[in-house]
Structures are given as structure tokens and as C-alpha cells.
């Protein structure tokens, strides 16, 4: 049961352009959404997040934008660098769970060619 | 910058052992949880912690599977009598609180778990 997706295992972008990765969800009891940034051999790290009372959410290069209707987000980063390389998960949640239980996409592995 | 903490970074178990996976959490923080990967596949959570009780856990989550906050400090996940498919990364998190404000949970560096 895959309640959030990212549909593109990979993407390759050159440096200083935009990088944007997606991701659906299907459920609609989800109102608070994350991305997380992997590099190999390490845990996930908290990247932005944003809540369904908000379309978007800036911080610094990173640009999460959300479209409920269309139960889709993306993440922008601009402009894209090497070190921004890695596997990029979306999560999703609802407030008010209990247990704070987040669903996972599968992932989307990021290389940002010099 | 205070961090999760995960030991051992790799186990390597015979089926049917049973092993523990420690964490560490950062120590203002309330919540507790497991996560696993499997190679190649997505991060699934199994497990919250919460006031040394589990608030809520994935169907994942069976009676093969317990944790534990035995002292002030430490995050345990017991994984009795292991299987082959049990082979996968293990994910300590912790968040403040629960609630709109403290959704950040912030994740160990993983224990690699091999079962042979």
C-alpha cells in the first residue's frame, strides 16, 4: 500500500540549474509533509517542510510547493550543486495522529553533474 | 549539534538469534521511533515510543519485534529469532513532541542488519 510515491527513481541535472523532484501522495488525511536528504551510509536529514495550509514554503535554494487538489509536491532547488547530491525521500503525515507515524516515498537518487 | 546515535553500524546474526539495536536519542526529546529499509526499497516506519509506551505501530510491527527505553538514555529495538527478510537498515528517530511544531524528527546514521 503505497500511500506516497516519487515516481522518478533518478534524475540528473547539471550545476546551477533547477532540480525538482515530485511527489504524490493518496491520501487525503495527510497535512503535513517533509523531505528528507540521504547521502550514503548516513540517516536521513530533515530538509523543508510544509503544512496543507500553505502552497509553498521557501528556505534558502529549497522551494517545497504543494497542490492539494492534485495531491502532488515538489521540491525545487536552485541553483542545483554537487553537494546536493543524494537520495531525496518525501514523508507525509497527518497532525492530530497519534504516534507522529510517517509515510515514506521510495526515494529519488539526485546527481548534480558539475 | 546534538545527534541520534545508533550501535552498532552492522550486525550480522544467524537466523533464528535474536539481536538488539541500540539508539541513543537527543536528550530533550520525547519521541521515539524505528524505521527499516529494505535494499532497494522505502523507508517504512514500524514503531513510535512515547512516555514508555508505544503510541502506535506499523503492521510490520509483530510480536517478533519489542522496544525498550530500559534507562534514562537508551532506545532499544529486540528482534527475536531473526529471519532472511529482516535483513535491512534500521532507522532510530526522535522528535521533541508530537504535535504541528516538533515534526522534525531527526534519524540516526542506521544499523545494517544482515541475517544469515
Known amino acids: 500500500d503505497q500511500q506516497v510515491k516519487q515516481n522518478s527513481p533518478s534524475l540528473s541535472v547539471q550545476e546551477g540549474r533547477i532540480s525538482i523532484l515530485n511527489c504524490d501522495y493518496t491520501n487525503s488525511m495527510f497535512d503535513y509533509f517533509l523531505w528528507y536528504k540521504k547521502y550514503p551510509a548516513e540517516g536521513p536529514t530533515f530538509l523543508i517542510s510544509i503544512s496543507s495550509i500553505k502552497d509553498k514554503n521557501e528556505d534558502g535554494r529549497f522551494t517545497v510547493f504543494l497542490n492539494k487538489s492534485a495531491k502532488h509536491l515538489s521540491l525545487h532547488i536552485v541553483p542545483s550543486q554537487p553537494g546536493d547530491s543524494a537520495v531525496y525521500f518525501c514523508?507525509?503525515?497527518?497532525?492530530?495522529?497519534?504516534?507522529?507515524?510517517?509515510?515514506f516515498g521510495t526515494g529519488t537518487s539526485l546527481t548534480v553533474i558539475p | 549539534e546534538p545527534e541520534v546515535t545508533q550501535t552498532p553500524s552492522h550486525q550480522v546474526t544467524q537466523m533464528g538469534q535474536e539481536v538488539i539495536l541500540r539508539c541513543v536519542p537527543i536528550s530533550n526529546h520525547l519521541y521515539f521511533y524505528w524505521y527499516r529499509q529494505i535494499l532497494g526499497q522505502k523507508v517504512e516506519f514500524l514503531v513510535s515510543?512515547?512516555?514508555?509506551?508505544?503510541?502506535?505501530k506499523s503492521e510490520i510491527f509483530d510480536d517478533q519485534f519489542s522496544v525498550e527505553r530500559p534507562d534514562g538514555s537508551n532506545f532499544t529495538l529486540k528482534i527475536r529469532s531473526t529471519k532472511l527478510e529482516d535483513s535491512a537498515m534500521y532507522f532510530c528517530?526522535?522528535?521533541?513532541?508530537?504535535?504541528?511544531?516538533?515534526?522534525?524528527?531527526?534519524f540516526g546514521p542506521g544499523t545494517r542488519l544482515t541475517v544469515t
Open positions: 528517530a526522535s522528535s521533541v513532541a508530537s504535535g504541528q511544531n516538533s515534526y522534525e524528527q531527526y
Open positions: 514523508a507525509a503525515s497527518a497532525i492530530g495522529w497519534t504516534g507522529n507515524q510517517f509515510y
Open positions: 515510543f512515547y512516555n514508555n509506551e508505544i503510541s502506535e
